[in-house]
């Protein structure tokens, strides 16, 4: 009986450990990063581009409502003259599936020229859109668009890969996946933490996979 109450009690202890490092972590990245998070355009400073990062699309390629609001925000910076051009990055790693695509297409369609938009079909994961940003695409300077609850996270990771971008959080609406997403973006902490601190590159550096 004294071994299976060593037992729970190691157990328990793991368990707290692991929820105040998870929590820790989450802290610190938003400490890091929160005076270059920004909500007002009138706040934000210019850059050439505008990284708008990518999330589901429809099998019609139709934008979710998440990636939609991150598109029209970027077209808000836009037409706001805070940034000259898109980056439009995201999961293309099958021909029946295209976040890419999708984006610019809905970009084109509001008018923006096919000129003035960049599209990274390999950027498979928030590390692979920023590594690639600078690496294949050459952005030097950028406001990268997503949701608040991402936004840490991804400039956290910008930082790391020695990248000077701001953030600009999309305008949100209420997801009934958000709950499940914010989780998520718990561990997600720990593999960027991960990434960073090795400099990995990411799955690959040519313009498509």
Do not use: C
Request: proline fraction near 3%; glycine fraction near 4%; charged fraction near 25%.
């Amino acid at each position: 009986m004294k071994q299976v109450k060593k037992v729970i009690l190691a157990s328990v202890l793991s368990l707290v450990i692991a929820i105040l490092i998870v929590l820790g972590l989450k802290a610190y990245i938003e400490r890091d990063t929160q005076h270059l998070i920004f909500e007002e355009i009138s706040l934000v400073p210019s850059s050439e581009t505008v990284i708008v990062l990518g999330a589901s699309v429809h099998s019609d390629g139709k934008l979710s409502p998440i990636l939609k609001d991150r598109v029209d925000t970027a077209l808000e910076l836009y037409r706001n003259k805070k940034v000259k051009r898109f980056l439009v990055t995201g999961d293309h790693s099958t021909d029946d599936y295209n976040e890419v695509n999708a984006m610019g297409n809905y970009l084109m369609k509001r008018g923006i020229p096919e000129s003035k938009i960049l599209l990274d079909h390999a950027g498979l994961d928030t590390y692979d859109s920023m590594y690639r940003s600078n690496a294949v695409f050459g952005v030097e300077d950028a406001i990268v668009v997503t949701q608040k609850f991402h936004l840490p996270r991804t400039i956290f990771i910008a930082k790391g890969l020695d990248l000077p971008y701001t953030g600009f959080a999309a305008r949100s609406h209420s997801y009934k996946t958000t709950n499940k997403i914010e989780r998520r973006e718990l561990l997600a902490n720990l593999k960027a933490l991960y990434e960073v601190l090795l400099k990995k590159e990411p799955a690959t550096l040519e313009d498509r996979l």
